[in-house]
Nanobody, 124 residues
Framework: QVQLVESGGGLVQAGASLRLSCAAS????????MGWFRQAPGKEREFVAV????????FYADSVKGRFTISRDHSKSTVYLGMNNLKPEDTAVYYC?????????????????WGQGIQVTVSS
């Protein structure tokens, strides 16, 4: 069983930057694709970014491409989501997720483990 714990959220103004962290434990980190999803108030959860277990280029939602960066530190079993030029529409609860031997799926159903979520609020 893999446990995922997010951190780094908060309240920022539009145009600011944040970096979310997700620490994984209980599994072999390098065997998992790691993804980020988010859920805004009144909306369904949506894909943000994913990094395949094999490495290579990550995938991003069009809405965050060029502003967000997903990265992994295998020595710390941690995945990060760097967020620049934040907009009010980025306000959401952000979730970290892990998929065993995942190749970069954007589908929630493909992910095996989820974090509890962390709030990011961007004020205008």
């Amino acid at each position: 069983q893999v446990q995922l714990v997010e951190s780094g959220g908060g309240l920022v103004q539009a145009g600011a930057s944040l970096r979310l962290s997700c620490a994984a434990s209980g599994g072999i980190f390098s065997n998992y694709a790691m993804g980020w999803f988010r859920q805004a108030p009144g909306k369904e959860r949506e894909f943000v970014a994913v990094s395949s277990w094999r490495g290579g280029s990550p995938f991003y939602a069009d809405s965050v491409k060029g502003r967000f960066t997903i990265s992994r530190d295998h020595s710390k079993s941690t995945v990060y989501l760097g967020m620049n030029n934040l907009k009010p529409e980025d306000t959401a609860v952000y979730y970290c997720a892990a998929e065993l031997y995942g190749l970069g799926s954007r589908r929630e159903a493909d992910f095996d483990f989820w974090g509890q979520g962390i709030q990011v609020t961007v004020s205008s």
